[in-house]
């Protein structure tokens, strides 16, 4: 399966979710988190001159850039468990010092831009 740096996967422009659910995409985090992106649903992107678009895999994308942040803050907090209570807080704290759900991803894709990443 091919790799590319996250930060070269684009939201498709026809992408038409304009809301997300932070409790579904906080369960998918935790899921990412403690087994990485399954093999058997990709995410699935196709050519755009720079990089790619995704076609499908949007929630899956943001939760793996959100999954990234929270190893991060696992490794400097080893003394907690990582439960879904955990991943709900950072999201919401991630999201109410960001404004907004998109602006958390935009900074989380600027610190782990270059993280590898597979995709069909």
């Given at each position: 399966?091919?790799?590319?740096a996250?930060?070269?996967?684009k939201?498709?422009?026809?992408?038409?979710?304009?809301?997300y659910?932070?409790?579904?995409?906080?369960?998918?985090?935790?899921?990412?988190?403690?087994?990485?992106?399954?093999?058997?649903?990709?995410?699935?992107?196709?050519?755009?001159?720079?990089?790619?678009?995704?076609?499908?895999?949007?929630?899956?994308?943001?939760?793996?850039?959100?999954?990234?942040?929270?190893?991060?803050?696992?490794?400097?907090?080893?003394?907690?468990?990582?439960?879904?209570?955990?991943?709900?807080?950072?999201?919401?704290?991630?999201?109410?010092?960001?404004?907004?759900?998109?602006?958390?991803?935009?900074?989380?894709?600027?610190?782990?831009?270059?993280?590898?990443?597979?995709?069909?």
């Amino acid at each position: 399966m091919p790799t590319t740096a996250i930060h070269t996967l684009k939201a498709h422009p026809a992408q038409m979710r304009s809301s997300y659910s932070l409790e579904s995409l906080a369960a998918l985090t935790l899921q990412i988190y403690e087994r990485d992106l399954d093999d058997w649903q990709p995410i699935v992107a196709s050519p755009n001159g720079d990089g790619f678009y995704i076609v499908s895999g949007h929630r899956r994308h943001m939760a793996k850039l959100l999954s990234l942040a929270l190893q991060e803050w696992a490794a400097e907090h080893p003394e907690t468990d990582i439960t879904i209570e955990t991943v709900r807080t950072m999201i919401d704290t991630l999201v109410s010092s960001l404004g907004s759900l998109e602006q958390v991803i935009s900074s989380l894709q600027t610190k782990y831009g270059e993280t590898q990443i597979h995709f069909v």
